[in-house]
């Protein structure tokens, strides 16, 4: 994948992560976020779960601004998303992946309701509470589950995640 190519696929995985769609990644998309993935999974705020999301949220967002927030006004335009990932990631997502860890962790600890591990039908929740379109997020959830005992573990989880945002290969 030449360099345009790498750089439209990552403006495209902007709109991901402004989730309000002003325009800007900021904390607010991130705390957002987490307020509506512990709605969905009915957690409250002040729980442990629901402390260590909110956490894992501000780390993340922490850690993009770091990477991508060039003129430090707390908030990453799609320029600066884009001139971090090619600068900062497109060689290194063991680097997003660094960033995201806490917060995928708190993810799939709020998701796993019964304490056996993510289902898939809680991943695909968790995928469309943020934005994903349902179809995709089934056939995401699903892909999750490589050896399809139903059950997601955080490695994998991490390492797709990782790989859809900042892999030059992964489609």
Known sequence: MDSAEYERKIASRFAA?????NGFIDREDFSGAAARLLAEFSTTPRCDKGQALYSGAEAFW?????IADVDGDQRVSRQEFVTG????LRDNPERFAEIARPFLHAVLAVADTDGE???TGAAERV???LGVSPAVAA???RA???DGDGRIREDDALKAFAAYYVTPEHP
Do not use: H
């Open 17 to 21: 992560f402004d989730q309000d769609g």
């Open 62 to 66: 922490q850690g993009m601004a770091g």
């Open 85 to 88: 990932a090619v600068k900062r």
């Open 117 to 119: 591990g993510v289902t």
């Open 127 to 129: 995928l469309t509470v």
């Open 139 to 141: 056939e995401a959830s």
């Open 144 to 146: 999750l589950d490589p």
